[in-house]
C-alpha cells in the first residue's frame, strides 16, 4: 500500500504541481485552498503514485473515498486499487468520462468489477460565464440590478475594497453573526456543518496569502457589511470559496458577487460558485444567476 502523508499547508510543493495542471475538470475539491481549509473534517491526505499521479484519500470516521484530481487513469492505475484500498474502493467527484474509463476497464479486468455508480445533484459545482455575473445584462438579470440599485440608492456611502489583513477580525465577526442567525433557523443536525464552516473560514483567512486567495469587501462607512474570497482554479476558472453579507443590509450579496465577478473578469473565462449541498435557498441563489453549465461529479464503487 502505498504512504499516504497528511495534507499540511507546508505540503503545497509536492500537491500543488499536480493540482495545476489544467486538465479542464472544474471542481472545487481539487482547490489547494479547500484541501487545506477543509483538511480537519475530511482527514485528508495524499500519495503520489508512480512519481505522476496524484491521489488524495478523504476519511470521515472509520470510511475512507479516493480522489484523483487530474482525471486521468491507465491500465496500470486502474490495476493498482487493490494496493490502495484491499477490501474493494470507493472512488469520489468522478467525472463523466473517468466514469465511462472505468466501465472499459472492467470489462477488460473482470476482476475488479463496478458495484455501483451513484450521483448525487447536491453535490455537482455551478459554473458560469463572468462576462454574464460581471455584467448582469438581459431581461433574467433585471431582478439582480434592481436589486443593485436599491442598495446603492440606500447605502449611497458604500465601498468595495480589496480584502486585506487589516479586515479579517471584522469578517470573522461577521461570520461569527451570520452563523448564529443560521443556528437559529435550522435543525440541530446543521449545527455541526455550520460550526466547521466558520472554522474553514477562519483557517482561511489565517493562511490567506499563502493559500494564494484574493477577495473582497464591502462596506457602508466604516462597517464591514459583505466580503467573499476565492482562488484560481485552473488558467480558465476562479473558484469563489466563500460569500457572507449580513442580512441587516439586503441587496449586499449581490452587490459584492457582481464585484468579484468584474474585479476577475480579465483573468477567467469562467467562475465556479461550488455546490448548492441540497440546501433548497442556497440552490434556488445559485440557479438564480444562470449557471452555464454544471460540474457533474460522480460516485463509484469498486469490488475485487
Known amino acids: 500500500m502505498p504512504d499516504f502523508s497528511t495534507i499540511t499547508i507546508e505540503t503545497d510543493i509536492f500537491i500543488r504541481p499536480f493540482l495545476q495542471q489544467d486538465s479542464g475538470w472544474s471542481d472545487c475539491n481539487c482547490l489547494w485552498a479547500n484541501l487545506c481549509g477543509w483538511q480537519r473534517k475530511y482527514q485528508y491526505a495524499y500519495a503520489i503514485l508512480n512519481n505522476n499521479t496524484l491521489v488524495i484519500r478523504e476519511t470521515t470516521g472509520t470510511q475512507s473515498r479516493f480522489l484523483f ?15 490502495l484500498s484491499p477490501n474493494g474502493i470507493t472512488l469520489f467527484s468522478c467525472s463523466k468520462s473517468f466514469v465511462n474509463t472505468l466501465t472499459q476497464l472492467s470489462a477488460l479486468y473482470p476482476q475488479i468489477k463496478i458495484a455501483s455508480i451513484s450521483h448525487d445533484g447536491s453535490w455537482d ?5 463572468t462576462s454574464n455575473l460581471s ?3 438581459g431581461k433574467r438579470y433585471q431582478p439582480k440590478r434592481n436589486h443593485i440599485n436599491k442598495f446603492k440608492t440606500t447605502f449611497p456611502n458604500f465601498n468595495i475594497e480589496p480584502l486585506e489583513e487589516s479586515d479579517f477580525e471584522s469578517c470573522l465577526i461577521l461570520a461569527e453573526n451570520w452563523m448564529k442567525e443560521e443556528l437559529a433557523k435550522h435543525p440541530d443536525s446543521e449545527a455541526q456543518n455550520l460550526k466547521d464552516e466558520l472554522e474553514y ?26 466580503f467573499c474570497f476565492g482562488a484560481p482554479l485552473n488558467n480558465s476558472t476562479f473558484n469563489t470559496c466563500i460569500e457572507k453579507a449580513s442580512s441587516q443590509f439586503p441587496g449586499s450579496y449581490i452587490v459584492i458577487n457582481q464585484a468579484m465577478a468584474q474585479r476577475v473578469a480579465d483573468r477567467f473565462m469562467f467562475i465556479n460558485r461550488e455546490e448548492d449541498l441540497g440546501l433548497e435557498g442556497l ?3 445559485k440557479q438564480s444567476y444562470y449557471p452555464c453549465k454544471m460540474t457533474e461529479k460522480y460516485e463509484v464503487e469498486l469490488s475485487y
Open 125 to 129: 459545482d455551478y459554473i458560469y460565464n
Open 283 to 285: 440552490r434556488h441563489a
Open 69 to 83: 484530481p487530474q482525471q486521468n487513469i491507465t491500465h496500470e492505475l486502474f490495476l493498482s486499487f487493490p494496493s
Open 135 to 137: 455584467q448582469l445584462t
Open 201 to 226: 473560514i477562519r483557517y482561511s483567512l489565517q493562511h490567506f496569502h499563502r493559500l494564494d486567495l484574493e477577495g473582497l469587501t464591502l462596506k457602508v462607512g466604516k462597517e464591514l457589511v459583505a
